[in-house]
T-cell receptor, first 112, second 115 residues
Framework: KQEVTQIPAALSVPEGENLVLNCSFT??????LQWFRQDPGKGLTSLLL?????REQTSGRLNASLDKSSGRSTLYIAASQPGDSATYLC???????????FGKGTTLSVSS | DAGITQSPRYKITETGRQVTLMCHQT?????MFWYRQDLGHGLRLIYY???????DKGEVPDGYVVSRSKTENFPLTLESATRSQTSVYFC??????????????FGNGTRLTVT
């Protein structure tokens, strides 16, 4: 059974810091892993999707890595800004590929 | 505008009443999903649909019914609402299923309160 865990649950940093959010999953036979952002009262926005054949995916100041063998993914945010404040969730497919299993998220607060 | 629209945004209902949450997408995506989000549990899949007239249960389907007569619509019905169904409900869509590397797109959610 796929389980997805995110550490830390919350993170507060000053503006400008580089930071890393962690995601671990128990079933390494995944096709892909996705990172999402959720703002308060809003739906989730897809940030990055890493295919199983890839090790990294980049979008602007965001970089996500995937290590299937260790069951880990990281989301790196460079030069954080107050606008980055949100909850970040990672999600991986279950073994049957019929459901996306979400972690509980890391709530990020970036102060100016 | 292209995207996923959920309605209503907020709903208060009484225990035992039937409630239908609506979801409409304009991308002609094949796959559609219903999730609920609760503190302490995170996001959990209720039902999903691979195409019109094809639906299947997710992790927490009890007490819910779905239908998909048209590709663009995927309503979720609570047959007899219970307080444990108080939650935020999200509809999502994808061009292909999870295994085909297509990102998931979410609506803004419906906040349902059952009194």
């Amino acid at each position: 059974k796929q389980e997805v865990t995110q550490i830390p649950a919350a993170l507060s940093v000053p503006e400008g810091e580089n930071l890393v959010l962690n995601c671990s999953f128990t079933d390494s036979a995944i096709y892909n892993l996705q990172w999402f952002r959720q703002d308060p009262g809003k739906g989730l926005t897809s940030l990055l999707l890493i295919q199983s054949s890839q090790r990294e995916q980049t979008s602007g100041r965001l970089n996500a890595s995937l290590d299937k063998s260790s069951g880990r993914s990281t989301l790196y945010i460079a030069a954080s800004q107050p606008g980055d404040s949100a909850t970040y969730l990672c999600a991986a497919p279950n073994q049957a590929g019929t459901a996306l299993i979400f972690g509980k998220g890391t709530t990020l607060s970036v102060s100016s | 505008d292209a995207g996923i629209t959920q309605s209503p945004r907020y709903k208060i209902t009484e225990t035992g009443r039937q409630v239908t949450l609506m979801c409409h997408q304009t991308w002609s995506h094949s796959y559609m999903f219903w999730y609920r989000q609760d503190l302490g549990h995170g996001l959990r899949l209720i039902y999903y649909s691979a195409a019109a007239d094809i639906t299947d249960k997710g992790e927490v389907p009890d007490g819910y019914v779905v239908s998909r007569s048209k590709t663009e619509n995927f309503p979720l019905t609570l047959e007899s609402a219970t307080r444990s169904q108080t939650s935020v409900y999200f509809c999502a869509s994808s061009g292909t299923g999870y295994t085909y590397n297509s990102p998931l797109h979410f609506g803004n959610g419906t906040r349902l309160t059952v009194t």
